[in-house]
T-cell receptor, first 112, second 109 residues
Framework: SQTIHQWPATLVQPVGSPLSLECTVE??????LYWYRQAAGRGLQLLFY??????ISSEVPQNLSASRPQDRQFILSSKKLLLSDSGFYLC???????????FGPGTRLTVT | TQLLEQSPQFLSIQEGENLTVYCNSS?????LQWYRQEPGEGPVLLVT?????EVKKLKRLTFQFGDARKDSSLHITAAQPGDTGLYLC?????????FGKGTSLLVTP
């Protein structure tokens, strides 16, 4: 069976510090991978998606970036965090595009 | 961007009551998914509907896809406290899914 992991679970970082969130998927090959941000327990905002190694598409221009160094690894980064980067970050995978997605447990990021 | 509007935004009911939440759009979707999310956790996929007019049942939950594939509803019969959570609908758009803002459901004993 497939599983998806995210770490860390929670993170408190000062403004201007760097960020690295990691997501890994097990039990499947060549998944589509996604990063979402969710504010205040409401809707999900798609940040990045990837259909293959090194292939990253950005949905929202901002100070975040994503990378996919391996087939089942997806990383969300920032060089300098802003207060507005606080939120709940979710990684997801799917077999097919625009279809069923399976989410990780999320990372709660607080920028102080 | 294909927008999905969910209603109501918040719903507070007592155990045993029935409820329906809605997901509407002006766009046609090839498929539509429903997820449930509990606080501090990732959304969990409940169901996918594909065919216009399709009805799927998952225990006390009934999901319906509109004939024109623009809207969907989720009906819960005899709600239980364990049904509490954020219910999200999502429709396929390009390479990703568009999510509605969700219906936050609270079921009290």
């Amino acid at each position: 069976s497939q599983t998806i992991h995210q770490w860390p679970a929670t993170l408190v970082q000062p403004v201007g510090s760097p960020l690295s969130l990691e997501c890994t998927v097990e039990g499947t090959s060549n998944p589509n991978l996604y990063w979402y941000r969710q504010a205040a327990g409401r809707g999900l905002q798609l940040l990045f998606y990837s259909v293959g190694i090194g292939q990253i598409s950005s949905e929202v221009p901002q100070n975040l970036s994503a990378s996919r160094p391996q087939d089942r690894q997806f990383i969300l980064s920032s060089k300098k965090l802003l207060l507005s980067d606080s939120g709940f970050y979710l990684c997801a995978w799917s077999v097919a595009t625009a279809y069923e997605q399976y989410f990780g447990p999320g990372t709660r990021l607080t920028v102080t | 961007t294909q927008l999905l509007e969910q209603s109501p935004q918040f719903l507070s009911i007592q155990e045993g009551e029935n409820l329906t939440v809605y997901c509407n759009s002006s766009s046609v979707f090839s498929s539509l998914q429903w997820y449930r999310q509990e606080p501090g956790e990732g959304p969990v996929l409940l169901v996918t509907v594909v065919t216009g007019g399709e009805v799927k049942k998952l225990k006390r939950l009934t999901f319906q896809f509109g004939d024109a594939r623009k809207d969907s509803s989720l009906h819960i019969t005899a709600a239980q406290p364990g049904d509490t959570g954020l219910y999200l609908c999502a429709g396929g758009a390009g390479y990703a899914l568009n999510f509605g803002k969700g219906t936050s459901l609270l079921v009290t004993p």
